[in-house]
């Protein structure tokens, strides 16, 4: 009977512990009449306030996006990676190096750490759509935008609103100028993609080059791509994707079999790795690769450096004239790509690229040199 | 000593195997099944190919017959250099962890026994995780996983040295120790590794493939894998011996601590350079000597030799599979597990256990 | 007594496991031939004193010479080549066929990397032609009956081609007509001029077929020397702490009179039940 009691002292106890917590908890109660909703990517509406002054960018593109968006004052907090992997992000953003990044590279799937979250007090935070995490935030009233590219997509058009969606809603998430940046972009990305299509629809499949887009992280350019996002941006580009039936994990392998039954004409080599020009100059070594019409015919392409992934967030524009121009260079002749890149930079990022930058971003940037 | 280390060992699988004159046949299927599986395995692929060009590159390129080229330069490529080394290094790696969970499970007296038990494949993964993290080439990546590989095995026998001797309770323990030490450092890098690109990249190597194996890179597995193979072969009876406990292969004039050694030695070098070049394929090791010794009993004199050739067999036609099921490559973990388990189930219901 | 003809000596001896003391002050001589059969209550050390004699167990003090070398000098291939050993259990997971479980005893004689050739084969099949169980060759040590095991267990020891062979308790778990068979077979041994120790529970065991008895009680030997002279009630109350009768019959077959003991079992000296019992 009396281990009961004590039982019921500790239960009782640790509930008093638990409310007294609970009430002086921070709350951001006394500013609900100044808040205002977004829908983010995944369709949540977020509750933010009326201005926000501080972003924690944590995925991917996110900090590309803010920064593109003209919200490059409000950022509080990126990832390392934004910091140092991408030279052109520093170029084009010499305050990036001072930016805080002490929560960041954690693998998404790992537990957050709550805490440091609330001293950093930011007004919304960008994540990944990692349920555990969410909870987390809701927990200590912290705003959470999720950023999720759409995962199951069914053409390239859907790809493209789903994208013109996030660059709209980051937009209002961050206020002031951004929208009008926004709708710039999505018309820009619009007639970009028309442009391109205008010139590629008519091209018979039997006649579009066969790509392969080999991801250069590892040292095996064997590991591939699993979602479609490549197999529609080439076939936007006039090109066909030789993996575009592996439905498999995020970044699947295929062996060298397959790849010469395949016998792609063009091999895009993306900017993932540290040194994808190793990896290219060794597939031109390898007499293994040397019966495919690629590297026969010198076809093999790194894809230019951006102030992210060129082929992700606000610079895809960039990319599909680029991937345009490798598939089809007869079709797309006329497309100075450093005047557009220059164009893009300027109208998007405000910064002069000189045409020597620009001609070193189209050659990928060597990140040692960065 | 009764004869020269290692001549009389080599006549020995025939010797034995005749004292029963049943086992002649299953000699035979034994020699005759990993030549058949390895034949086949050069004509199925991706890549069609005319089975009588195939048949003429082989001859051309193996037997130096003086044929005609009529084929594309690429035929010649996928057979010779992807192909070919490709089943050689399938029936290496097979070979290799099926006669090493075979002496393992003799030497622990223990049939759930794994070649991985004392660690070879958490070190090894480790050592594979870091080079990637560290963006090393794949050579690199290799040696460094070989090298923790062994690392960690050398880790667990000097933990369980007690007084000269190493118990092998105390192995096993030591074992779960360093490999669950391994095992989260490699959680560690993954905690660290950048989500996107390098965690995949750990992930698909810790569960193997032999999609990246070239003519070359057989030479380096092959010296450990021989050196590794030939050692379990000529202790193989002793393991008999071994498998009674230590007091008692003591009694009967076995030196246990020289013999832990050479087998540990032996499967260590062989499972470290099976993991450094195709991650960790589980299942093999402890499925194959099961299905060996339904098959020609627990004599290990009769069983290490079997194991060599069903291990290669099987790994192989799983490998098969690997390569061919989709066009992209299947992790070989994942398959050895799917296809072995419920394999080995149904084997143990229809035998209604092994022992006994 | 000719000290050539001493197989074993002990002296002195004592063991610990750690700080427990398990027995000392151990005096005792084997002569070459000699059955001899070591009695005492259960965890007195008769099986540590066994693991001593083959070197597995190392003393705390004193000496253990083998045909006059001290044992601890002795290399433990040469013990194994003089020295083998029946042990208790067969404790492997694996079920090998007789054949290869006798062809173990030829290990002391091969080399670490050979395997046993033609000529061991034959051995142990003479072996177990000779203990009368060479019908089992092919048959699973782990299917045939204990009386069988233990013959075989035996064969694989004569394998060996040993000087002298110790037992851990032969007849443990046999029954009554496997214990008369093991224990004949034993004593047949001692024909090969064989010196055998051998552990026993049951005192008849060692009037039945032992020379030789030594008895273990109170960290010590009681007393040892010839089975007649030592096999006495008082030595067994002294070994047992129990009452035991010792009983004399004609035996017609064998023409001489054999002896057994009985112990007298009081159950009035036990104390009584708890009431809860029942």
């Known amino acids: 009977m009396k281990t009961v009691d004590r039982t019921h002292t500790w239960s009782a106890c640790i509930l008093a512990v638990f409310l007294v917590i609970w009430g002086v908890s921070p709350t951001r109660a006394a500013d609900t009449s100044k808040t205002r909703i977004v829908i983010d990517n995944a369709g949540r509406r977020v509750e933010i306030p009326l201005t926000v002054n501080r972003i924690a960018c944590l995925p991917g593109p996110s900090y590309e996006m803010v920064f593109m968006l003209g919200g490059k004052d409000q950022i509080c907090q990126v990832r390392k990676d934004h910091k140092r992997a991408y030279p052109l992000a520093n170029l084009t953003n010499p305050a990036l190096k001072g930016y805080s990044s002490s929560l960041s590279n954690i693998n998404p799937k790992a537990r957050i750490n709550i805490e440091e979250f609330i001293k950093l007090a930011p007004d919304v935070v960008i994540y990944y759509n990692v349920p555990h995490a969410l909870k987390k935030f809701r927990e200590a009233r912290i705003p959470v935008y999720v950023y999720q590219p759409a995962k199951q997509t069914l053409d390239l058009d859907e790809i493209i609103e789903d994208q013109k969606r996030s660059f709209r809603s980051l937009a209002d998430l961050i206020g002031g100028t951004a929208p009008g940046q926004a709708e710039k972009w999505c018309a820009y990305y619009e007639e970009v993609v028309s442009l391109i299509r205008s010139r590629t629809r008519d091209i018979p499949d039997t006649r579009r080059p066969r790509t392969y887009v080999g991801n250069s992280w590892g040292t095996n350019p064997l590991a591939t791509w699993g979602d479609l996002a490549h197999t529609f941006s080439i076939h936007l580009c006039g090109g066909i994707c030789v993996t575009k039936d592996i439905k498999g994990p995020r970044f699947p392998e295929v062996n060298l079999e397959q790849l010469i039954a395949w016998n792609p004409d063009v ?12 990896l290219i100059r060794n597939i031109y070594e390898d007499s293994n690769w040397s019966v495919m019409s690629a590297v026969t015919n010198k076809r093999i392409h790194r ?28 079709r797309f002749g006329d497309i100075n790509m450093v005047q557009r890149i220059q164009y893009f930079f300027k109208t998007f990022y405000h910064f002069d690229l000189s045409e020597e930058d620009a001609g070193h971003a189209l050659r990928g940037w060597d990140l040692l040199k960065g | 000593m009764r004869c020269a280390v290692g001549t009389c060992s080599k006549a020995d699988p025939g010797r034995v195997l005749h004292e029963n004159m049943t086992i002649r046949p299953k000699i035979l299927i034994m020699i005759a099944l990993p030549l058949a599986v390895f034949f086949v395995s050069l004509f199925i692929g991706r890549l069609v190919i005319d089975p009588v060009t195939l048949i003429k590159v082989l001859g051309v390129k193996l037997l130096h017959l003086p044929i005609e080229k009529d084929w594309n330069q690429a035929v010649e490529i996928v057979v010779i250099r992807i192909r ?29 026994v794994s070649p991985y038990l004392l660690g070879v494949s958490s070190g090894a993964g480790f050592g594979a995780a870091l080079g990637i993290i560290l963006g090393a080439g794949a050579g690199l990546i290799q040696v460094s996983s070989f090298g923790f590989g062994i690392l960690a095995v050398v880790l667990t026998y000097l933990t369980s040295r007690v007084y000269k001797t190493t118990p092998l309770l105390m192995l096993v323990l030591s074992g779960v120790i360093v490999s669950s030490l391994f095992m989260s450092l490699i959680s560690l890098i993954k905690f660290v590794a950048d989500p996107d690109e390098k ?19 057989l030479f380096l597995t092959f010296w450990p894998m021989a050196i590794g193979v030939t050692g379990l072969l000529m202790v193989r009876w002793r393991i008999n011996l071994m498998s009674m406990g230590d007091r008692e292969a003591k009694a009967m004039g076995t030196r246990v601590e020289l013999l832990k050694g050479i087998i540990i030695f032996c499967t260590t070098l062989i499972s470290a350079a099976a993991v450094s070049v195709c991650g960790i394929i589980g299942w093999v090791g402890l499925v194959i000597p099961h299905i060996c010794r339904m098959w020609v009993g627990p004599d290990h004199r009769a069983l290490l030799p079997t194991t060599i050739m069903v291990g290669a067999s099987y790994l192989l036609v799983i490998d098969n599979i690997a390569r061919t099921l ?23 219901r229809r035998s209604k256990g092994i022992f006994n | 007594m000719n000290a050539s003809n001493t197989m074993i ?89 007789v054949l290869d479980v006798v062809l173990m005893g030829r290990g002391p004689h091969l080399s670490m990397f050979s395997s046993p050739t033609r000529e061991d084969r034959d051995i142990a099949l003479s072996c177990l032609k000779n203990l009368g169980v060479l019908k089992l060759r092919d048959k699973k040590f782990t299917r045939i009956s204990g009386g069988e095991k233990q013959l075989v267990l035996i064969a694989r020891t004569l394998c060996q081609k040993p000087r002298i062979i110790l037992m851990d308790e032969p007849t443990a778990s046999l029954d009554f007509k496997n214990q008369a068979l093991v224990l004949g077979m034993i004593r047949k041994l001692t024909d090969l001029g064989l010196t055998i120790i ?81």
Not at chain 2, 341 to 348: D, G, N
Not at chain 3, 202 to 213: G, K
Not at chain 3, 218 to 231: A, C, E, F, K, Q
């Open chain 1, 303 to 330: 894809i230019p450096s951006g102030v992210f992934f060129l082929d992700k967030g606000s610079s895809r524009p960039v990319y599909l004239l680029w991937l345009a121009k490798q598939l089809c260079p007869e």
């Open chain 2, 199 to 217: 965690l995949p990249t750990i992930v698909f190597w810790i569960m193997g493939s032999f999609g990246s194996t070239r003519l070359e890179d």
């Open chain 2, 326 to 348: 989709t066009s992209s490559e299947i992790p070989l973990g994942i398959l050895t597990s799917i296809i072995g388990a419920p394999f080995f189930a149904y084997l143990l």
């Open chain 1, 267 to 278: 091999i895009i080599m993306d900017n993932h790795g540290r040194e994808p020009d190793t």
């Open chain 3, 198 to 278: 051998m552990t026993s529970h049951f005192p008849n065991h060692a009037l039945l077929c032992a020379d030789r008895v030594a008895l273990m009680n109170d960290h010590t030997l009681v007393d040892s020397g010839d089975t007649r002279t030592i096999m006495t009630e008082s030595n067994l109350k002294k070994t047992y702490d129990i009452d035991v009768r010792i009983l004399s019959v004609n035996d017609p077959p064998n023409q001489e009179m054999i002896k057994f003991c009985m112990p007298s079992i009081r159950p009035d000296d036990l104390g009584d039940f708890s009431k809860d019992v029942c």
């Open chain 2, 84 to 112: 070919l080394p490709r089943a050689i290094m399938a029936m290496m790696v097979g070979a290799g962890l099926s006669i090493s969970g075979a002496a393992f499970q003799g030497m622990f007296n223990n049939p759930l």
């Open chain 3, 9 to 97: 000596c002990i002296e002195n001896a004592a063991f610990a496991y750690g700080r427990q003391m398990v027995w000392q002050d151990l005096n005792l001589e084997v002569r070459k031939g000699d059955l001899m059969c070591l009695l005492g209550a259960n965890g007195c050390g008769k099986t540590t004193l066994l693991n001593c004699l083959h070197g597995d167990l190392r003393l705390a003090s004193g000496q253990i010479s083998i045909e006059g070398t001290p044992i601890h000098t002795l290399p433990a291939l040469d013990i194994a080549r003089t020295i083998g050993v029946v042990f208790q259990e067969y404790a492997t997971s694996f079920p090998y066929t």
